[in-house]
């Protein structure tokens, strides 16, 4: 009975049973039609599910979704990054670049052109990744918000596409406060600082704890909200930071 059912009937049972009878039909109306045929060779009906809801925010104002996750089949490292981009779609060349200097290496693409009913249609990217920082296991749970954060970021180009990136996925650190380090590099070159961006880069990439402490200590020394515990347990992070 199930090999008979086709990929349509499956996603329209998964709509209703996740998202309740009207939202389900009405999202089926958009998009039980628009998935080409390699969407669904390689995604579960169910598996669509997440996308539409994504896609079905999408606007001219908001044209841009994401989504970071790790397939129950995975190797430790493994992940995979849904972009779904309304209109036009991204180019490898551009967002090729944004996922290495994140520490990243990309292992294959795969884009799918969706096509909703009387909408604009909207592309969707599936990369495959592998984490290029570290060895140990890659908490996806922690490391999602922060990543499409970051990489939303410097997608609408409000912050440098650069190697200290890195830190994103390897210190677990927004952007916005990738951009202190950032800043603390540039700052260091300008008074004549000998060593290079690059170098400064790299090493706080494969010392990222340090570099998290350092984000950290910087947050006690100037957050007005710490109060009079303020200088006491900055000296006890500088401490911890000597150590590491």
Known sequence: AAAARRWDDDLKAALIETLGEAKGNELMRRFGDAFPASY???????????????????????????????????????????LLRRGEPLTLSGSLPMLEHMGLKVLDEHPHR???????????????????ITDTEIEIDALRPVF??????????????????????????????????RAYAKY????????????????LATHAPIARLLVELFRTRFDPALGAGREAHAAEQVRAIERA
Not at 64 to 77: D, H, V, W
Not at 188 to 203: D, H, K, M, P
């Open 40 to 82: 669904r060779a390689e995604f579960a009906a169910r598996a669509a599910v997440p996308d539409i809801e994504l896609m079905a925010g999408l606007s001219e104002a908001e044209p841009i979704a994401m989504t970071l996750y790790r397939p129950l089949e995975a190797a430790p490292g493994m992940l995979r990054f849904k």
């Open 114 to 132: 969706v096509t909703p009913h009387g909408e604009a249609a909207i592309w969707v990217h599936d990369f495959g990744l592998l984490g290029a």
């Open 148 to 181: 499409e954060e970051a990489f939303g970021t410097i997608l609408r180009g409000e912050v440098e596409n650069d190697d200290f990136n890195r830190l994103v996925v390897a210190a677990r650190l927004p952007a916005t406060e990738v951009v202190l380090l």
């Open 188 to 203: 260091l070159r300008q008074i004549g600082f000998a060593l290079s961006q690059a170098f400064i880069e790299a090493t």
